[in-house]
């Protein structure tokens, strides 16, 4: 007989589970336990043991999807009707025709022996006390009931967060239509509902934000190092893409003969005062950033659409692109303007050393103002950084390449390489964006330029 | 060419270790019977406590050790196929929980955490009351007098003041009976774990505090929690310590044998360190890779404890065939017996709610069941007609 594996609530309370990998086909035999899938919860990457023994006769979902909780994913052909082995165990209840408890640790709602979310019969009103056989006289409160006060009518069934986003809708839930399991009222039911009805633009946006969490990972062609949205940073990007999709891009380019911050490089590195720190020239180009910073602290600011507001930073937190094993994050360095070059050299070590390890903690990689991506390592000169959201700007440096260059009137072999800034048209203008690159590249093609800026 | 960030600097070092970090170290006072590629080696104090076991008893101790293991990924697997809410793994930690338990007697009793289901095992609890609470069928799986080993405690630590509360009670009844409370490295941090050891200590209380160091008290590495040894923290309470490898069955056996003697005879409290491993998540929930190394993994796994003994029963010649062969069976039976006992269980009644609230009959819980009863029958559904009879 054909037997379906839905899929369970693998945390504590999870309610969706994105499948990254089957490891059986359609045909194959497995056996109880055997491997059947990869699958990243918001908590973990878990792999699914298979609970019958049997024969795959169909994948009801694709790798990359996304499932709710209770969908069936995987089919097979069980021979007899044991795939749950019962020899040794207590006799199956009759009455429950029982399913796995799919999501938190509730009972499932099903035709068993639970009232539980039945609606009570309230409409006729239950016939008078009277015929209760008291239990205990002497105490037993006066049960009569109140005339019924107007049979109070079931809140459409729907969860917390959905109550919320159509609050934030102005959504009556009544008028709503649920689609999900016993009529519950779903976030799509919301969103289709505000879809077709006639609402303020305001609120029009709002769940068009909502909806833009689903899809805006699919334009990968402008991103660089984009990777899957998924588990943890699928919530995160979410949270982020509500509050930053609207956040207008431009991006510029500047390459610049970067030889003499090279050659300062190297004196650093010679000199007593930097023994023992491990100059880089990403430590010099952030030095630079955060110099020109001064100059145009429009890129050190936050669009607060909530309260119409920009926010101007009078700190700035570096946020720096860094790749480890769990894909890309961006801790910050806090109050990195207010380091010195030695100060700053040694957090960008210990910021990467952490995330090199994988033990970046959140508080690291929260709250940063302004970011820049190394692109270089990978020995890519230039591209369109994408702003980590909610910051202004992001300055992805490109590799250092010995290229022919104009040099004093001739050409020369130098040291060059490509600045590409992202900034938020809304918070930056041309002007300041344009000033603020330039003084980047100043600064990296003559070292000296900082005693004019400072 | 840039230096890659995040490659730069080869001759990383890690920061200070605390000792629990290093092992195998010179400093190392690690009573150790059996090394990780399986030799018997000979220690001149604990060897006399584990001179009375048998080449049988040792094929018995890996039997146990084989068959926990396997109740424990049976147990994740149904968690992973939605039968389970929840799961602790114990992976990792089969031979400190069998080594300790197998020193017990059946008049002793244990106090455990929630990760000790190798230890009911061993209590002779049945396997699928120890799976009750993780499929939220009940909110405690067994009666702890029918095998002297209470339920699991779900508050980190909570467990070693009712142990202590226990061996307090021995003495007074004058038994020679001991208590045993196992818990993590984490439980160490928390006010119960020291207060039940400064009683412990005052009454000299036949009590056994066993603590599993894993390494991991979820994602706090043990370094973070205490800057000296854990087995080292027992002296400050006049309690002796002793640190054990928790990954040796032997060692674990003789530690927790000469810590019963000690009890039973007058002596008081003793503590134990085993120095063991989470090889698994914290629980089925939990993702280790998030907050810890796989290299560490690595190292530990190196240190298997069931590859152990496994290497000591072939360095002697008693990993025969028919061992296997048997030790296999059992681990499969008790696999079947564990799924059929979890897929089959039969859900809670809706009354069910009333059965364990007191010992003894009480007007007042008969009163609210009475109209919990009728309430449910207010539904005016057949089925809650059923349960109103079941109440009766």
Known sequence: MIKEFRLPDLGEGLTESEILSWKVAVGDTVALNQVIAEVETAKAVVELPSPFAGVITALHEQPGTVVEVGKPIVSFEVEGDDGAPSAGGPAPVETAKREPNLVGYGAVVEGSGRPARRARTFAAPVEPVETRAPVAPAVEPVETRAPAPAPAAERPRSTPPVRKLAKDLGVELTAVTGTGAGGLITRDDVRNFVGGGDLPTAARALAGAEAAGSTVSATPEQRETRTPIKGVRKLTAAAMVSSAFTAPHASEFLTVDVTPTMELLARLKAGRAFEGFKLTPLTLVAKALLIALRRQPSLNSRWDDANQEIVQYNYVNLGIAAATPRGLTVPNIKDAHSMSLAELSAALTALTETARAGKTSPAELSGGTISITNIGVFGIDAGTPILNPGEAAILAMGAVRKMPWEYKDEVALRQVMTLSLSFDHRLVDGEQGSRFLADIGAILADPGMVLAMV | MFTDELGQGGNVTDGPDNSAGHHGGARENLVQLITPGGERVSHPQYDAWVRDVSDEQLGSLYEDLVVIRRIDTEATALQRQGELGLWPPLLGQEAAQIGSARALRDDDFVFSSYRENGVAYCRGVDLSDILKVWRGNASAGWDPYTVNMATPQIIIGAQTLHATGYAMGIQNDGADSVAITYFGDGATSEGDVNEAMVFAASFQSPVIFFCQNNHWAISEPVRLQSHIRIADRAAGFGIPGIRVDGNDV????????????????????????????????????????????????????????????????????????????????????????????????????PLDIFKHVYSTPNSWLDRQEDHYSRYLASFGDPAGANSEEGAR
């Open chain 2, 250 to 349: 032997l060692a674990v056996m003789a530690a927790t044998r000469e810590a019963l003697e000690r009890a039973r005879h007058g002596g008081g409290p003793t503590f134990i360190e085993a120095v063991t491993y989470r090889m698994g998540p914290h629980t089925t929930a939990d993702d280790p890779t998030r907050y810890r190394d796989a290299n560490e993994l690595e190292d530990w796994a190196a240190k298997d404890p069931i590859a152990r003994i496994k290497g000591l029963l072939e360095r002697k010649g008693l990993l025969t065939e028919q061992l296997e062969a048997r030790v296999a069976a059992k681990a499969d039976a008790v696999a079947r017996e564990v799924r059929a006992g979890c897929i089959n269980m039969p859900d809670p009644q």
